[in-house]
């Protein structure tokens, strides 16, 4: 599935689960159930394309990089700094402006690899976190995950059903520690990333288990981005308006 069908699906399910979890136990003013379904269904859209992180060319992953153009001028201006820098001091002509080139090409170079790098000091943040400042376990794993995000392949670890399990058990610990708008955005991202894994059942790569790795269900269903997958977008979209419509007649 694409971004389309993925953000439409993770819509449909944060809106599940918002009038679920507005049936179970009621709010008294509309200003908070409003709050409190945008929290939801925004943080269920953020889960829902989440996964795809693993992904280069991915909308998730396009959103921390370069554009294919780009990354390819960096690259080769990265290559061609780096070359004058060194020719620079082998030539013994000048050792700064030498050091000023080769700084230059690792700038360039690092433009080019933005995602890598932006996944990595994410990484690397989430673990200073959790050994400097007794953040919640869920930053070790959080910071673990994004640290080999870049090295993973698309598909493996991180949309394996237990990569998701330990996420979801995490974050709704984590939420249920702050009740409120913490929990509600736990809640949306936890339902936003399974509906991504049951988006990517239906396509022709499917999802494995990350220990039984013959565990494997793809429905071959339909092709990415292809006619069926936008008619599905179109019915969640549908039917999230109809349950926000019928909640609002209910209420
Ligand atoms: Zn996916």
Known sequence: ????GHSALAFL???VTSVAALTASPMSTSLEVIG???????????????P???HKTSTASQKIQLSPRKRKLMRALSGIFLFIGFVLILLGYSIQAGAIWIGAGIIAGSLARLRTI????SGALMLIGYAVYDWHWMALFTGAALLIMPFVKHRWIIHS???????SLG???LGSQYPGLVMASCLGFIVGWWSHLFGDIFGNDGIRSLFVPKFKIALRLFDNGGAAERMISKLCQLFSILIWVLYGLVL
């Not at 599935?1 to 389309?4: E, G, I, R, V």
């Open 52 to 54: 795809d992180l693993d």
């Open 36 to 50: 409190f379904a945008g929290v939801v269904c925004a943080a269920s859209i953020v889960g829902g394309l989440a």
């Open 1 to 4: 599935m694409n971004k389309q």
């Open 13 to 15: 399910a944060g809106s």
């Open 161 to 167: 059903p237990e990569f998701a399990i330990v996420l």
């Open 118 to 121: 932006i996944l990595l000091a």
């Open 171 to 173: 974050l709704f610990v």
